[in-house]
T-cell receptor, first 111, second 113 residues
Framework: SQQGEEDPQALSIQEGENATMNCSYK?????LQWYRQNSGRGLVHLIL?????REKHSGRLRVTLDTSKKSSSLLITASRAADTASYFC???????????FGTGTRLQVFP | DTGVSQNPRHKITKRGQNVTFRCDPI?????LYWYRQTLGQGPEFLTY????????KSRLLSDRFSAERPKGSFSTLEIQRTEQGDSAMYLC???????????FGSGTRLTVV
């Protein structure tokens, strides 16, 4: 089963625009992670935010976490065509040793 | 190079045949995970190892599936009597600590015809 739902399922933007993806989850978590997957490839870890953090930045990425709403958002600023990929949130729940992935957002960035 | 090598990259097999996939992490990681991903979905957990010990198996892992990690380094995933529903991407991931994130391989895409 999958823990999270991501919204939107698909997003198309022009290069230079910002892209925002949202993730909702169901149970209490230890941390939440975002991954990128290029078509037909494995996933690449982008950023991790712990349950006691509210916001985190890494380069053009900004992640927020609202544990009261059980939701997170990933913002990619000044998008590039190379950002075209699927993006997944994954939750690390207490007392488990595995990540549970969401359903993903497919991002298309047009040059 | 992701740090995790998976072979083969693609496998086409006839229904009813057995297949085996291999995952080779380049460096030592005490935890190794197998996930399955179907088109348009996120990865679904199958099983994981802490060193040589298989600590958890998903209900998705029927008795036709078996995984091993004999020396605590590489791992194999075998599917016996394959069915068309087994067609998916099989992903291997490693970590020393789940809270630090996973390193994924590029996956093995299985097509059962």
């Amino acid at each position: 089963s999958q823990q999270g739902e991501e919204d939107p399922q698909a997003l198309s933007i022009q290069e230079g625009e910002n892209a925002t993806m949202n993730c909702s989850y169901k149970t209490s978590i230890n941390n939440l992670q975002w991954y990128r997957q290029n078509s037909g490839r494995g996933l690449v870890h982008l950023i991790l935010i712990r349950s006691n953090e509210r916001e985190k930045h890494s380069g053009r990425l900004r992640v927020t976490l609202d544990t009261s709403k059980k939701s997170s958002s990933l913002l990619i600023t000044a998008s590039r065509a190379a950002d075209t990929a699927s993006y997944f949130c994954a939750t690390d729940r207490y007392n488990t040793d595995k990540l549970i992935f969401g359903t993903g957002t497919r991002l298309q960035v047009f040059p | 190079d992701t740090g995790v090598s998976q072979n083969p990259r693609h496998k086409i097999t006839k229904r009813g045949q057995n297949v085996t996939f291999r995952c080779d992490p380049i460096s030592e990681h005490n935890r190794l995970y197998w996930y399955r991903q179907t088109l348009g979905q996120g990865p679904e957990f199958l099983t994981y190892f802490q060193n040589e010990a298989q600590l958890e198996k998903s209900r998705l892992l029927s008795d036709r599936f078996s995984a091993e990690r004999p020396k605590g380094s590489f791992s194999t995933l075998e599917i016996q009597r394959t069915e068309q529903g087994d067609s998916a991407m099989y992903l291997c991931a490693v970590t020393t600590d789940t809270s630090n994130g996973y390193t994924f391989g590029s996956g093995t895409r299985l097509t059962v015809v």
